[in-house]
C-alpha cells in the first residue's frame, strides 16, 4: 500500500499540546501534517474565536481575571461563548488542562503551556502564513448546535464570516468546511469547494441533517451527505465498516475518519481505503506512515519566536 493518505491534526495535535491554541497548532505543522483541524465558534461581539465548546469548558479553560472591573458575566468559565465578548474570552488561560485525573486521557501526555490564550482565526491564519505552511490545507470546524439555537450563530452568517476571514488572508483556497450541522454545508456549497459531512450516531436525525431523513436513503451516511452537497464524509471511527465504505466509493466521496488515536486502529482503516485520519496524536500516526511506506506530509521549521 502506497497510495497518499492524510494525516490530520485534531484542534492542532490536542494529545500533545492544548487544543485549538496557537501553538499547539504550531506543533503540529512542525511536526508535520496534511490538514489542521481546528473548531470555531463566534463571540457575542461577532469575532470568530477558536473553541470546540459552545460553553466555556472548565476542562481546557481557566479565569484569570475580569476583562474590566465589576464586570457581572464574571467568571466567564461555565459561561456561554456567545454571551461573551472577545475581550472576555482572551482573559482565559487555555494553555493548561484542568482537572488533571486518570479518566482524562491526555493528563500523562498533553504537555501545558500557562498563559496562552484563546485566539482568533485571523491570528491563525497570520501563524500559518509566518510559517509558510501554504501547503497545509485548514480544516475549519464550525461549531453549531441545532439543538440548542441560544448557544449558536445563525448558520448561514457564521458560514459567510469565516469565508470572509479566510477569502480576506488568501486561504479559502486551501481550506475546507466541516461541521455536524448540515445547514452549515447547504450554506457552504456555493463559497467553498471542500465541504466535509461530520456525522456521529447521535447526529443521524434531520434535526442535524438539514431536515435529511436518514431512512430515506435506507440509512447510506454517503447519499445524504452527496444529497446536501459534501464533498467529503467524515464519520466517528466507529460507524467506519465495510459497508459504508463501498457506499462512500459508489458515489465518489473520500472518507476522512475521526478521530484516530490508535496504530492497530488507524492500520485497520487504512487497510479499508480512508482518505485520511484526524488524530490527536500525529506523532503515532507519522511512525505508522513510515512503517507502512506512505508518504508523510514534509515537517515545518520552528519559527524563531514562539507564539501564545
Known amino acids: 500500500m502506497h497510495g497518499h493518505v492524510e494525516i490530520h491534526g485534531h484542534r492542532g495535535a490536542r494529545g500533545l499540546r492544548p487544543e485549538n491554541t496557537l501553538p499547539g497548532l504550531a506543533?503540529?505543522?512542525?511536526?508535520g501534517v496534511d490538514a489542521l483541524?481546528?473548531?470555531?465558534?463566534?463571540?457575542?461581539?461577532?469575532?470568530?474565536?477558536?473553541?470546540?465548546?459552545?460553553?466555556?469548558?472548565p476542562v481546557t479553560s481557566a479565569d484569570t481575571g475580569m476583562a474590566?472591573?465589576?464586570?457581572?458575566?464574571?467568571?466567564?468559565?461555565?459561561?456561554?461563548?456567545?454571551?461573551l465578548s472577545l475581550a472576555q474570552l482572551r482573559t482565559l488561560d487555555v494553555g493548561i488542562r484542568l482537572p488533571k485525573h486518570p479518566d482524562d486521557p491526555f493528563a500523562l501526555t498533553q504537555v501545558p503551556l500557562p498563559d496562552t490564550h484563546m485566539p482568533t482565526l485571523g491570528s491563525v491564519?497570520?501563524?500559518v502564513d509566518a510559517y509558510g505552511a501554504d501547503g497545509v490545507r485548514l480544516?475549519?470546524?464550525?461549531?453549531?448546535?441545532?439543538?440548542r439555537p441560544e448557544l449558536t450563530a445563525d448558520p448561514r452568517e457564521f458560514t459567510e464570516l469565516v469565508v470572509e476571514e479566510?477569502?480576506?488572508?488568501?486561504?479559502?483556497?486551501?481550506?475546507?468546511?466541516l461541521s455536524f450541522d448540515w445547514r452549515i454545508l447547504e450554506a457552504a456549497r456555493p463559497l467553498v469547494d471542500r465541504r466535509f459531512a461530520l456525522v456521529e450516531e447521535v447526529t443521524k436525525a434531520p434535526a442535524w441533517m438539514n431536515g435529511l431523513d436518514l431512512a430515506d436513503f435506507d440509512g447510506d451516511l454517503a447519499a445524504a451527505a452527496e444529497a446536501v452537497g459534501a464533498t467529503t464524509l467524515s464519520p466517528d471511527r466507529v460507524l467506519v465498516d465495510d459497508a459504508l465504505m463501498a457506499a462512500a466509493s459508489d458515489r465518489g466521496l473520500p472518507v476522512v475518519v475521526w478521530t484516530v488515536n490508535d496504530p492497530d486502529e488507524a492500520a485497520r482503516l487504512l487497510d479499508l481505503g480512508v482518505a485520511g485520519l484526524v488524530t490527536d496524536y500525529p506523532?503515532?500516526?507519522?511512525?505508522?506512515?513510515?512503517?507502512?511506506?506512505?508518504?508523510?506530509?514534509?515537517?515545518?521549521?520552528?519559527?524563531r519566536t514562539a507564539v501564545a
Open 27 to 31: 506543533f503540529a505543522l512542525e511536526l
Open 37 to 57: 483541524e481546528f473548531d470555531v465558534a463566534l463571540s457575542s461581539d461577532g469575532q470568530i474565536v477558536l473553541t470546540h465548546d459552545l460553553i466555556v469548558s
Open 68 to 83: 474590566t472591573p465589576g464586570d457581572e458575566m464574571f467568571p466567564y468559565v461555565g459561561k456561554p461563548i456567545a454571551s
Open 125 to 127: 491564519l497570520g501563524l
Open 139 to 147: 480544516h475549519v470546524e464550525l461549531k453549531s448546535d441545532p439543538e
Open 166 to 177: 479566510l477569502d480576506r488572508h488568501g486561504r479559502l483556497g486551501n481550506a475546507a468546511l
Open 283 to 303: 506523532d503515532r500516526m507519522r511512525r505508522l506512515w513510515a512503517a507502512r511506506g506512505l508518504p508523510l506530509p514534509a515537517p515545518i521549521p520552528p519559527l
